[in-house]
């Protein structure tokens, strides 16, 4: 026979047995032991002694198991302070927002809209985002010399 044929073979029964239940409920299946977690260690009273014959210590307060279960979790540091920023960039981000704003809460509220309003609030959106974007730039950092490298 050649390995071949003992493949075919393999794939004849496997279509074959295709639509069939299983024979065993997967209910009846053994556990994995790789599956099974540790037992919980018995919480001892402050001042008793434990398995060791040693008395724990007593200036530990008895937790409620809240810092056994957050052992081994990332916990990520605080984040770095937002960067100051200048009055200009300031008024930018206050018209950028500010001018819909504006618009959202008198359509909201059933205000008349003047011309002049409605302009202000327009310019004030599109002053903002140009002020934004221009301020940005494009360029590598100051003071980085004349390689680049690898800048993060």
Known sequence: MTPQSDEDE??????????????????????PDSENLPAEPARQVAGHSGEDGLPEPEDEPAGDGAEEEDEGHYVPP??????????????????????????????????????????????????GFVALVVRMGDGPPGGSGWDDGAVL
């Not at 393999?10 to 556990?31: G, K, L, N, Y």
């Not at 618009?103 to 609030?121: I, M, Y």
């Open 78 to 127: 605080p984040p770095p302070p937002l960067p100051k920023t200048d009055a200009a960039t300031k008024i930018a981000w206050i018209a950028l927002f500010g001018g819909p704003a504006y618009l959202l809460v008198a359509a909201a509220a059933g205000w008349e809209l003047r011309a002049w309003a409605l302009f202000t609030a327009v310019a004030a959106f599109i002053g």
């Open 10 to 31: 393999v794939w004849r029964q496997i279509v074959a047995s295709f639509h069939e239940t299983a024979e065993r409920d997967p209910a009846d299946q053994p556990w």
